[in-house]
């Protein structure tokens, strides 16, 4: 895998991205990239006007399932089974390429990279991104990223991989969320390397509500069990962990809030620090039950 390819593959999946999609379609197709970008979408179920926006872009392939068909696993893998090419890029309707370098840089770096399995783009915020969301990316994709040093850590929002790599380790098909986390975490396993490529950038943020934001870390929690190996805590752990790690990422908010002048949103923070610590822990302790069958 050393040679700049001449064509990629760029697998897309929406839902209802009317609003940022067009944005997402014009910077792919703004890229110093010289070679062909195949685009293959899956669609499951939009009807805000994005499959307009999508087909007047004349993708490869615009695929359309039902929202009750939506398997993110099973999603991935078709849409590599689907594409011509054996680079397959992955990026979100809504996750819009900032500048014209972000498919060359991922690419550099996927080549470069020894036993290469996967590489994920750095994320920012939009503007109107909310603190607490803001923060969350720069834990995550900023210059002194926290996940850096996280036992693991990937993004499936915009990505790289190689057909051989996937012929030979498939994403899971029966998990709902962090199928990304599970398939890395495998990879790794099995000697691939899963660089960061700082230098792929892609504009991308939600401001979800509290509710929106336990599910989602009740989703992801709940996926991990799958493969976890400790069991939940008994119920004073339980609340004893939620309570120390909400204190230690308020905390870190406060002191980001202050550095970018943004303290009013410091109570909002808080709230949606706890909703994602509570919906961590009921999500693992749903797993393990729901994976594992042993309470």
């Known amino acids: 895998m050393t040679e700049f ?26 890229q110093t ?18 499959l307009e926006t999508l087909a007047a872009a004349n993708p490869a392939k615009l695929i359309q399932i039902k929202p009750s068909e939506y398997v993110p696993g099973v999603v991935m893998n078709r849409g590599a089974a689907e594409a011509s090419h054996d680079w397959i890029i992955y990026l979100n309707a809504d996750a819009e390429p900032v500048g014209t370098d972000w498919l060359k840089e991922l690419l550099t770096t996927a080549i470069e990279t020894p036993n290469f399995g996967a590489a994920f783009s750095r ?3 939009r503007p109107d991104c909310q603190a607490v969301f803001a923060h969350g990316l720069e834990q995550c994709f900023g210059p002194q990223r926290e996940s850096a040093n996280w036992e693991h850590f990937f993004s499936m929002v915009s990505s790289i991989t190689h057909r051989s790599v996937l012929d030979a380790h498939p994403f899971r098909e029966d998990l709902q969320y962090a199928e990304d986390d599970e398939w890395t975490r495998r990879l790794i396993e099995n000697g691939y390397q899963i660089p960061f490529s700082e230098k792929s950038v892609v504009m991308h943020s939600h401001n979800y509500t509290l509710q929106q934001s336990y599910k989602r870390a009740f989703g992801d929690a709940k996926a991990m069990a799958a493969t976890a190996e400790k069991p939940p805590e008994n119920a004073l752990t339980r609340w004893l962990a939620i309570g120390l790690g909400w204190a230690n990422d308020t905390r870190k908010d406060l002191k980001w809030c202050a550095a970018n002048h943004r303290l009013t949103e410091m109570p909002h923070a808080a709230a949606v620090r706890f909703y994602q610590r509570l919906g961590r822990n009921d999500g693992y302790r749903a797993g393990w039950k729901h994976y594992q069958r042993d309470t």
Do not use: H, Y
Request: glycine share 12%.
């Open 123 to 125: 994320q920012i915020a």
């Open 5 to 30: 390819p001449k064509a990629v593959s760029v697998v897309m999946r929406c839902k209802d991205e009317g609003w940022a999609v067009g944005g997402t379609l014009r910077q792919l197709f703004n």
């Open 33 to 50: 990239f010289d070679g062909e970008i195949e685009l293959i979408v899956i669609d499951s179920g939009s009807t805000d006007g994005s």
